[in-house]
């Protein structure tokens, strides 16, 4: 139990399903290839955390950002934000529970667009 007024020690996870996805018209074909680049930026920021290369890990985050805004995925933006700003924190537990959070959401992107 925790006491009130206390902060949690756990980052809070971004959810897909809350988040409204609206992928430009122009863009719906490219969306499989989008969901392909983000499952290999994700395999490779899981190799960066293991070697605490933390600027790596922030250049990759801040394209992320980009990235989900122009193709409407706002929680991949948003969770590239929150690795961004862990990482030039150089807060390992924080970053690396973002991109195992980051897994997840491109999963479940994987399941609903490929």
Known sequence: M???GS???????????????LVPE???NL???????????VRVLESLIKEKKFAEIAQLAHK???????YGFDAVS???KKIEFASKRKDFFET???IRNLHIVVKDLSKRFN
């Open 78 to 80: 948003e969770l590239g």
């Open 31 to 41: 969306v499989p290839g989008f969901v392909s680049r983000r499952e290999e930026d």
């Open 2 to 4: 925790r006491a009130l």
């Open 96 to 98: 690396d529970q973002f």
């Open 7 to 21: 902060k949690s020690l756990e980052p809070e996870m971004i959810n897909l399903d809350d988040y409204e996805i």
């Open 26 to 28: 122009e863009l719906v």
């Open 64 to 70: 992320l950002k980009g990235h989900g805004t122009s």
